[in-house]
């Protein structure tokens, strides 16, 4: 008879040959890919192993999520597959491993949870009775998946921090500011650039000057500066895009910082012993004088920088339409004719795409472009023309809700007897940026799909998580 020590080693044996055979064909298989000259193939076989610890590694996972929030790859064209979506797909499998060893099941879902189901059900149920249920399948697919996406991240962040993963993107968006404003600034301002994320990193980088401010006013002292040098270079980027909605949103974005804090300096009496109101000012002052002194710099030794991007917004003031303007105007008035038409539910999730067919009056030659990506450039418009009354007063309520949800923590932190200057600047920030989500999805965005999509996704994920943190009553000791 056997002794089971004998037989523990013989195992160990077993398994660690299979794991050694393993990793020879692994390296073999990797090593004829690179000499045959598959390249592609060979860069996601080296990364599956990374793809394994991934899935293991919660804080891994999410961090090289936020990481390809800035970058815009196409891996299948026909269905069609992006980078973020693998991404997406690695956060997801992390948080089922995550809750599969874990002891029980989570207490809580994600408050948004509810209003974006309901909005899905609007988007399938517009498809079936629509132009073409066909069309609809995609994007009820993407947001079922972004539903997915948005219990995932709401799971990790408890582990991670809402804190953290705030940081972590401002410190992606101003990696990725520095590769986008280096062609915009050698080309002396002439050239547009957006860098990896092909049109998206405006839309994202709008948000980040906010969120350094947030945190340089109302964070700890070692790390207040580098806060705002990264929301200054995320401006950066910004001004390289050359888009006025987004710019025009930062720039709302961060006034709103600052006569919040303000406000909220007068509320509270003392924090951490200090004089809460005098040093804010003395912070907010700090920041103008950066601002003015980064755009001295740039104004003196790069003349063309500003002047070029800026020239843009003579459109908007000698009431002229230019280019984008006039698309835009095409496309709204596109969306309004199909909603006026089909006012309850619409013409179907992903029909936009088709509108051409359905009203060959209508003059799309010079934005066919956008119509084929089934865009109208603006989401309420979009979600009228789509899903009708019904589903763009869905989107309204979820876009609401996630805005709502970030006012009360805000609220609620300045009013609570224990202030936490750290929790401070992060309900700031999450406050403002959930109003900046909820009036841009009336002048532009894309929130519900492709890159951006995602972006809305992080966000809705840190506001539910931080409400919810901030909601959840102490337990009992």
């Not at 995932?152 to 101003?174: D, E, M, P, Q």
């Not at 990696?175 to 301002?189: D, E, F, K, M, Q």
């Not at 994320?197 to 109302?218: K, Q, T, Y």
């Amino acid at each position: 008879m056997s002794h089971p020590a004998s037989l523990l080693r013989l195992n160990e044996c077993y398994f660690s040959g299979l794991a050694l055979i393993a990793g020879l064909a692994y390296v073999a298989l990797l090593v004829t890919l690179l000499f045959i000259g598959k390249l592609i193939h060979a860069a996601f076989l080296a990364g599956v192993p990374l793809v394994l610890l991934s899935i293991t590694v919660p804080r891994m996972a999410v961090t090289q999520f936020v990481a390809f929030l800035t970058i815009s790859v196409t891996v299948v064209d026909s269905i069609p597959i992006t980078l973020i979506d693998c991404s997406a797909g690695i956060v997801i499998l992390a948080a089922l491993f995550d809750l599969l060893g874990g002891t029980a099941l989570p207490r809580r879902i994600p408050p948004l949870i509810g209003s974006f189901l309901l909005l899905t059900s609007a988007a399938a149920i517009s498809a079936v009775f629509g132009y073409s249920a066909i069309n609809g399948v995609t994007p009820v697919i993407k947001q079922l998946l972004l539903a997915v996406m948005l219990c995932s991240l709401f799971h990790l962040a408890k582990r991670i921090g809402v804190r953290y993963l705030l940081t972590l993107f401002l410190a992606t968006v101003a990696l990725h500011a520095i590769y986008v404003a280096a062609p915009y600034i050698a080309s002396g301002g002439r050239l547009r650039s957006f860098g990896l994320s092909e049109a998206s990193f405006d839309d994202i980088s709008m948000f980040a000057l906010p969120v350094s401010l947030a945190f340089f006013l109302w964070g700890a002292q070692p790390r207040r500066w580098l806060y705002l040098i990264a929301g200054l270079i995320s401006s950066l980027g910004l001004v390289a895009t050359q888009s006025r909605a987004p710019i025009i949103f930062c720039a709302i974005g961060t006034i709103s910082v600052i006569l919040a804090s303000l406000w909220s300096a007068k509320r509270i009496v003392n924090v951490n012993g200090a004089e809460v109101y005098s040093y804010v000012r003395r912070r907010i002052a700090r920041i103008m004088l950066a601002i003015a002194l980064a755009v001295i710099l740039l104004t003196v030794f790069l003349p063309s920088v500003f002047s070029t991007a800026f020239s843009r917004f003579n459109h908007l003031i000698d009431g002229r339409l230019g280019e984008t303007i006039f698309l835009r105007a095409t496309l709204w008035k596109a969306a309004l004719t199909a909603f006026l038409d089909h006012p309850v539910l619409g013409i179907g999730a992903g029909s936009f795409r088709s509108i051409k067919e359905m009203y060959p009056g209508l003059t799309l030659d010079p934005v066919y472009f956008w119509v084929r990506g089934f865009s109208a450039h603006n989401l309420f418009f979009h979600y009228l023309a789509e899903t009708g009354i019904v589903g763009a007063s869905l989107l309204v309520l979820l876009f609401w809700k996630t805005f709502s949800m970030s006012r009360k923590v805000w609220r609620k932190t300045i009013d609570s007897n224990r202030v936490d200057e750290r929790q401070i600047g992060v309900s700031l920030a999450l406050y403002v940026v959930g109003g900046m989500l909820l009036f841009s999805t009336f002048i532009d965005a894309g929130w519900m799909w492709g890159q951006t999509s995602y972006v809305f996704i992080f966000f809705a994920a840190l506001i539910s998580r931080h409400f919810v943190d901030a909601t959840e009553p102490l337990p009992i000791t």
